[in-house]
C-alpha cells in the first residue's frame, strides 16, 4: 500500500505535465482500468483509517428541564442554573492552538415538544459595539457578531442541522451535509430571543422536535457550538477544530449525551398552503395585460423520526430570489444554483452526486422557464444510522408555446455508509414524455432519457481525506444518447497542506438530460498543491503559494485545452486578503466561437489559442462597516487579443436596519479585425432595509451591457408568524437606451416586461 501511494504523485504530475497529444486509445482500456483500480485501492485505504471520533472526550449532558423555559433572551431562569456548562472554547482563528480570549458558556435542556438552548457571549478586551450586517435571515457567516451551534443528530459525521442568531437576533437555520456544508436555503419553525448587556449578550433557542430529523431511541449525538467576534477577530469552537476546517465540520463534533433518548415528535403532519394574486405585462411580445390567481399546496408528513414525506400541488416559487447575472465569456452553459424550497431538504442526496460539472441530477431543469410543475411528491431521509434513502416524482404540464408535452422526473437514490465517515450510494434518473397527436405539439426527439450510477465517497475519521470515485450509465430512446462517464478524486487538506488530483472521463455518447454535464467527449486531469506558512507573530497571519492545472484532451487523447495558474495568497490578522496570481491558457476550438458572446463573427473550429494572464484581488476586514473588494486580470486572450478584466465591490451597513451594497464588473475586449473591440458593464447594486428581524425590504437592480438589459427586482417579505410569509415582488426589465442629444432622461429605459405577485403562505401544523 506505501508503494501505491508513493507511485499517485508521480503519474499525477506527469499527467499535468503533458502537453503533447498522445493517450490515444478506447473508452476503457487495461491502463483506465488500472487507473481507477489505484485510485479505488487508495481511497479504501484512507476511508478504512482512524475510525474513533476524533473529539470523543468533549461530552455535553443535556437534562430534562425541571421547570418551564419562557423563550425571552435572559438565562437567569431556574431551568438553566441547574444545567450543565459547555465553555472554555478552543481558538480556531486567527490560531487554532490554544484557548479563545472571549468567554462563551453554553447550556441545553428539553421537554416533551422542544430542545433548549442559551448561550452568554462575553465581551472581548476590544471596546466598541457588536457588529452585524442586518436583520435579515440567513446573514453572511464573516460579516456578524454571532453564536451557531451544529447537530449530527444521527452521530453519522455526514449530515445535520445548524441553528443560530447573530448579536442583533437575526437568524440562521440550514442542513449540513458532505460533512460539514450548509445550505442556509432551508427554512423550519423554531423560536430564539437575544439580549444585550454591557459586558456580554445572551440568547435563548426553542428547537421543535418536529422541525428536525433524528434516530428513535438513540442516546448522543454529535454537538459542537461556535462563537464569532469581529471586534477581536476571534472565531472559536467548544470541541477544537483545525484552522482549515470549518467549525461545521461534523467529523470534529463533540458528544451530546442525552439522560433519556429524545421523545417522540408524536403526529407530525405540516400543510403549507399558499394564496397569490399578480398582475404582468409583456411589453416587446404586445400582449395584452395578463391577471393571475393560483392557489396551491406543500405538505410535510413525518414518517417516524427520521423520515419525511413531502407533497406538492401546483406549487409557485415567484418570491425566490432572482439569480445573480454574471457577464458569460464561457463556452459552455453556466451553473446557477436551487433556491426552491421543495427541492431542499436532503437535497444533496439528489444534487450532490457526481462532480460539479458531471450531475446526472440537477433539478432546476424541473418547471423553469414557463414549464408548470402540476403536482410532485418526496420521501427523503434516514433508515436508520447507515442506511439513507431519497425518492423523488415530479409531473410536469405541457407548453404549447415551446412544443414541450407533459414530462414525468423520477429520481431513486440510496446510500450506505462505510468506514468512519465514508458512504457508498447509487442513484436513478428517469425522464420520460408523453407524446401528442395535436396538431402544433410535437413529440420530443428523445421520448425518456435515464441516468444509472453508483459513486464511493471518502471522508476519512480525522477529517484530512477526502475523495470520490464515480461511474455513470446514460440510456435514451435516441440511440445515439447512451454512454458512460467515471471519474474520481483524492484530496489531502492538512493545516500546512492541500494536495488535490482528479481525473474525469465523458464520453461522447453520454447524456443526462436532467443533469447538469455542459460538456461531453472529453477526458481531463486537474491536480492542485498549496501551502501554507503561519507566522508566530506580526501582522501577516498566514500566507502561502497555490498552484493548480487543468488539462483537456478529446475522445482521442489529443489536448484539446489547459490552464496552469500559480498564485499567492496573503491574509493579515485584520482579516484583509491580498491575492496574486499569474498563469498561461491554452484552447483549440472544436466548434465555432464568438468570444465575446455578443453575437459577432465567430472565430473557426481547429482554430488554436494561447495566452498568458496575470490577476489580482483584495478584500478589505469584514469587522468594517465600510467593506469594499476588487479583483483584476489583465492578459491576452483569443485569436491573440487581449482582455483586461476589473471587477470591484462595496458595502456600507447601518447597524442594523440597513445594508447597502453593490458589484461591477468591467470587461474590455480588444480583438484582431474582423472581430474588433467589445467592451461591457455589469452593474449590480442591493438595498436590503430591515425594519424587524421579521419585516424585510429588498430591491436588486442589475445592468447587463453584454445582454443589453436593465433588470429590477423588489421585495417586502413580512415573516407574520414563523415560517409563515406574506409577499409583495415586483419585477421590472428594461431595454437599456442611449440618450440621444435632447431626449429627457425618463426615455433611457423602454420596458420589456414587468410583474407584480402578492403572495401568502401559511405553516399549519396539523
Known sequence: MLCIAAEVPQKVTALLLSREPRLRQSPVTAKSIHTIALWACLLTFAGGAAAQKQNESYQLRVHRTPSPIVIDGSVQEPAWQSAEVAGDFW???????????????????????????????????????????????????????????????????????????????????????????????????????????????????????????????????????????????????????????????????????????????????????????????????????????????????????????DLTVNPDFSQVDVDQQVTNLDRFELFFPERRQFFLENGDQFANFGYATIRPFFSRRIGLGGVPIRFGARLSGKLNQDWRIGVMDMQTGATEEEGLPPENFAVFALQRRVFARSNVGILLVNKESASYERPGMPVTQSSYNRNAGVEYNLASANNLWTGKLLYLKSFSSASDNSGAAYAGNLQYNSRRWLVNGQMENVDPH??????????????????????????????????????ESSNFFDWGGSLIDYETTLGYNVRLRSQDVFTVSAGAAYVKLLRPFDPTNTGREQLATGSEHRWKYWGTRFDSRPQSAFRYGYSSQYGGYYGGGTRLNVTGTVSYRFQPYVSLAGAATYNDIRLPQPLGRANFWLIGPRFDVTLTNTLYFTTFVQYNEQQNNMNVNTRVQWRYKPASDVFLVWTDNYLPEFLQPGQDLPGMFSAKNRALVLKWTYWWNL
Open 510 to 547: 453520454y447524456s443526462a438530460e436532467v443533469g447538469f454535464v455542459p460538456r461531453r467527449s472529453y477526458r481531463r486531469g486537474l491536480g492542485a498543491v498549496g501551502y501554507t506558512f503561519l507566522p508566530e507573530g506580526g501582522r501577516v497571519l498566514s500566507h502561502g503559494p497555490t498552484l
Open 91 to 309: 481558538m480556531v482563528l486567527p490560531m487554532d492552538v490554544g484557548k479563545a480570549n472571549v468567554r462563551t458558556d453554553v447550556r441545553m435542556a428539553y421537554d416533551d415538544q422542544h430542545l433548549y438552548l442559551s448561550a452568554v457571549c462575553y465581551h472581548g478586551q476590544v471596546e466598541g459595539p457588536y457588529m452585524v450586517e442586518s436583520l435579515r435571515r440567513d446573514w453572511a457567516f464573516g460579516s456578524n457578531d454571532n453564536f451557531i451551534f451544529f447537530l449530527d443528530t444521527f452521530d453519522d459525521q455526514t449530515n445535520g442541522f445548524t441553528f443560530g442568531v447573530n448579536a442583533e437576533g437575526a437568524q440562521w437555520d440550514g442542513l449540513l451535509f458532505d460533512g460539514g456544508r450548509a445550505n442556509l436555503n432551508w427554512d423550519n419553525k423554531w423560536t430564539s430571543a437575544v439580549k444585550k448587556y454591557e459586558d456580554r449578550y445572551e440568547l435563548e433557542f426553542a428547537i421543535p422536535f418536529k422541525s428536525i430529523r433524528y434516530k428513535a431511541g438513540i442516546t448522543r449525538w454529535g454537538v459542537n457550538f461556535s462563537r464569532l467576534d469581529l471586534k477581536t477577530t476571534e472565531k472559536s469552537s467548544w470541541a477544537p477544530v483545525p484552522r482549515q476546517f470549518p467549525t461545521a465540520a461534523l467529523a470534529l463534533t463533540g458528544v451530546l449525551l442525552w439522560d433519556e433518548a429524545p421523545p417522540s415528535p408524536g403526529p407530525n403532519i405540516s400543510l403549507i398552503p399558499y394564496g397569490l394574486g399578480g398582475i404582468s405585462r409583456d411589453y416587446q411580445g404586445n400582449t395584452p395585460t395578463a391577471y393571475r390567481r393560483d392557489v396551491g399546496m406543500d405538505g410535510k408528513v413525518a414518517i417516524g423520526p427520521a423520515l419525511n414525506l
